[in-house]
Nanobody, 124 residues
Framework: QAQLVESGGGLVQAGDSLRLSCTAS????????MGWFRQAPGKEREFVAI????????YYAEFVEGRFTISRDNAKNTMYLLMDNLKPEDTALYHC?????????????????WGQGTQVTVSS
């Protein structure tokens, strides 16, 4: 099972950008479907974006509205989430998740490996 570590969160103002990174251990990174999820205080965890093992397919939650871009660099065992035009309602703990592509995680959004999260706080 992959060990995932997120980074890149921080405190920013509305309209600013952040790039989150998720680095995975092991040699199987290029076989993982991966995703970003977030959880705000007092709310349930929600799906943000997902990318398949090759990086050829991506899908976003409706609230993203074209502001976020998910990508990956399999040579660096790293997945990214570039977030532009951040809003206060984007404030949350952002987690990355991964699972082997044969589990169809890209379609099911069910992942077995999760990171601890990186905090994003957007002030108005």
């Amino acid at each position: 099972q992959a060990q995932l570590v997120e980074s890149g969160g921080g405190l920013v103002q509305a309209g600013d950008s952040l790039r989150l990174s998720c680095t995975a251990s092991g040699r199987a990174f290029s076989t993982y479907d991966m995703g970003w999820f977030r959880q705000a205080p007092g709310k349930e965890r929600e799906f943000v974006a997902i990318i398949n093992w090759s990086g050829e397919m991506t899908y976003y939650a409706e609230f993203v509205e074209g502001r976020f871009t998910i990508s990956r660099d399999n040579a660096k065992n790293t997945m990214y989430l570039l977030m532009d035009n951040l809003k206060p309602e984007d404030t949350a703990l952002y987690h990355c998740a991964a699972d082997q592509n044969y589990t169809n995680a890209y379609y099911t959004r069910n992942f077995s490996a999760w990171g601890q999260g990186t905090q994003v706080t957007v002030s108005s």
